[in-house]
């Protein structure tokens, strides 16, 4: 039988921030104010999704989980600017279209080709795109932030290239490579420990919530080779997108 948690676990949880501030404090980290918005932000943001999705879900109305779906990613591509911190032309363009293309293809496929819905229901759409956009949005900012430092850091050999005849993508191969890997470094790292090291959050879910472990199983494996495939998918075109955005038309590079 699934044990809810109370409110009153609720706020006993929180007690739990104590260490975190206690232990950067000691660190001499001045990051308290960041701690406390970020979690008390957290918490608003869940509890009005938590009531959101419970309208959305008894609606069930295509347009609106479609509406949901790209917001999702519209947000998804802010933080990604935020994060990786860097400004080149059109980049919000790529990075939602690249994420676009990789969360909408991927979750069709699983949609339609393995879990085999007969319409599109909001109870799998949302939260199987919320785990696969979301991944595609941190790699996505990982993979960005490594190739614009790494253009940085590489900028007399790459406009040597350039100048050798070499066109932007030959040019660029070296750092592309190499913010591709970072990119998908965290997913295959996480793919390698689940199960042994830990259980995955949707595994865990599906578990307490009193399913069989082995159907949670084919689930969780499905779900993170999805996330695997789409942040694949949205690195390669982004990393590919966005040079043309960092070698001008006199052929120089702009960092």
Not at 14 to 41: C, N, V
Not at 188 to 216: D, H, K, R, Y
């Amino acid at each position: 039988m699934f044990k809810q948690i109370s409110l009153e676990g609720l706020v006993i949880s929180y007690l739990m921030l104590i260490l975190i501030i206690l232990l950067t404090h000691i660190e001499k980290l001045k990051i308290t104010k960041d701690i406390l918005i970020s979690f008390f932000r957290m918490s608003i943001q869940l509890f009005l999704a938590g009531f959101a999705l419970l309208y959305v879900f008894k609606v069930n109305n295509i347009f609106l989980t479609t509406a949901i779906f790209v917001s999702m990613i519209f947000f998804a591509t802010r933080i990604v600017i935020s994060r990786a911190k860097v400004t080149a032309e059109n980049l919000s363009l790529y990075i939602f279209v690249s994420i676009l293309i990789s969360s909408s293809t991927i979750l069709s496929f699983m949609l339609l080709g393995i879990i085999r819905l007969s319409h599109m229901d909001a109870r799998y759409v949302i939260p199987l795109a919320g785990m696969i956009i979301g991944n595609s949005m941190n790699s996505t900012a990982i993979g960005i932030e490594r190739f614009f430092s790494k253009a940085k850091d590489n900028k007399e050999l790459i406009e040597d290239f350039l100048c050798l005849g070499a066109n932007k993508q030959e040019a660029l191969s070296v750092i592309r490579k190499d913010a591709f890997y970072s990119s998908l470094l965290p997913t295959l790292s996480s793919a390698s420990g689940m199960g042994i090291v830990f259980l995955p959050g949707m595994m865990t879910g599906q578990i307490l919530s009193g399913i069989n472990p082995i159907e949670s199983v084919n689930y969780q494996i499905t779900i993170v080779i999805a996330i695997a495939t789409s942040v694949t998918i949205s690195n390669f075109l982004i990393l590919r997108m966005v040079g043309k955005s960092v070698i001008n038309k006199n052929i120089q590079l702009i960092t």
